[in-house]
């Protein structure tokens, strides 16, 4: 079994930053993918950024030039640095990893920018 917890969310106001830290644990085996997802209240589940196991980044639009992915393959861990945030990050922030065909994901922390 995987387990990935989430820390480093909390209330920043517009124009701040915050580094979430997502730290992996279990079994893992295999080269992997890690992603951060966000929801915010009321909304679906989105894509955020991913960190390929070949060493890429992609980020979703709405974050491209403002977040920025990171790994430390040896502590298994990814980082999401926030930079310029906005009221509408506001969101729940999920790490993820697969392995194989499988995803695993943390539960969560939460990211409140106000106006």
């Known amino acids: 079994q995987v387990q990935l917890v989430e820390s480093g969310g909390g209330l920043v106001q517009a124009g701040g930053s915050l580094r979430l830290s997502c730290a992996a644990s279990?079994?893992?085996?295999?080269?992997?993918?890690m992603a951060w997802h966000r929801q915010a209240p009321g909304k679906q589940r989105e894509w955020v950024a991913t960190?390929?196991?070949?060493?890429?980044?992609n980020y979703a639009d709405s974050v491209k030039g403002r977040f920025t992915i990171s790994r430390d393959n040896g502590r298994n861990t990814v980082y999401l640095q926030m930079n310029s945030l906005k009221p509408e990050d506001t969101a729940d922030y999920y790490c993820?990893?697969?392995?194989?065909?499988?995803?695993?994901w943390g539960q969560g922390t939460q990211v409140t920018v106000s106006s």
């Open positions: 279990g079994r893992i085996f295999s080269i992997h993918d």
């Open positions: 993820g990893l697969t392995q194989g065909s499988s995803w695993y």
């Open positions: 960190f390929t196991a070949g060493g890429d980044t």
